[in-house]
């Protein structure tokens, strides 16, 4: 898979859509954030969170806009009861992650998608969190790797859970630690294995993402479509 560069988003058939942007090269429109994201925004603490979260939301706007061929600035997006954002009236499922100025969105006409993105950050590589959260398998295989190959299959098992996670949507309702995913190399992405806890239907699909080596990113689709396209949002796109 590659990243294509195309002046609109294509339409949407059977595969999933997953794009890309650089937040730190979009412009910032803060008219395009409705009342409670322009409340967030003002929160944070240092002016390169707040742009980035700014830009991030625009980007989720106007792609979305341009599939529905709706003013951006009228879109109506709030999470669910179980805080996975939706479109108002449902039109396409959508699902996004930023993380160090990246920014992920994925976009399926039907069903449920998830997208998780992480910038391999080595010293939140921590083994305890993998400890609390991780299945005792996925624990096991991560301490049996060489140090320096442990941060980066700890974010791999991240990514993949994340995905996954958000694409069935039901929150903390979902263990981490009730479904395994590859670890080592050789291993496929998983789901590799559910537990008796784990809720609803088991026909997922984890997908890796190539991105460059500062990151790695997930895309969670349902078992039957096809691999996903992969467009890049340029700045002159904004």
Known sequence: MGWERPLRPPALAAAPH?????????????????????????RFAFETDRRRFIAER???????????????????I???RYGKPRLAPAGIAFNGSESGGTALIAVARTGEIGVDLEALRPERADLRIARRYFHPEEVRKLESLPL???????????????ALVKAVGLGLRIPLASFVVGVLPEEAP?????????????????????????????????????????????????
């Open 18 to 42: 997953v794009w890309r942007a650089d937040l730190d090269g979009l412009a910032t429109d803060v008219a395009l954030l409705d009342d409670a994201e322009r409340a967030r925004a003002a």
């Open 148 to 162: 320096e190959q442990q941060p980066a299959a700890f974010f791999a098992v991240w990514t993949r859970k994340e």
């Open 190 to 238: 998983g789901p590799l294995r559910y537990e008796a806890d784990w809720p609803g239907t088991r026909d997922w699909r984890l997908v890796p993402l190539p991105l460059e080596p500062s990151h790695l990113g997930t895309l969670a689709v349902a078992g039957t479509l096809p691999d996903p396209r992969l467009f890049e949002w340029a700045a002159n796109d904004a």
């Open 78 to 80: 709030a999470p669910d």
């Open 58 to 76: 625009g980007f989720q706007r106007r792609l979305l806009a341009a599939y529905l061929d709706r003013p951006a600035a009228e879109l109506a």
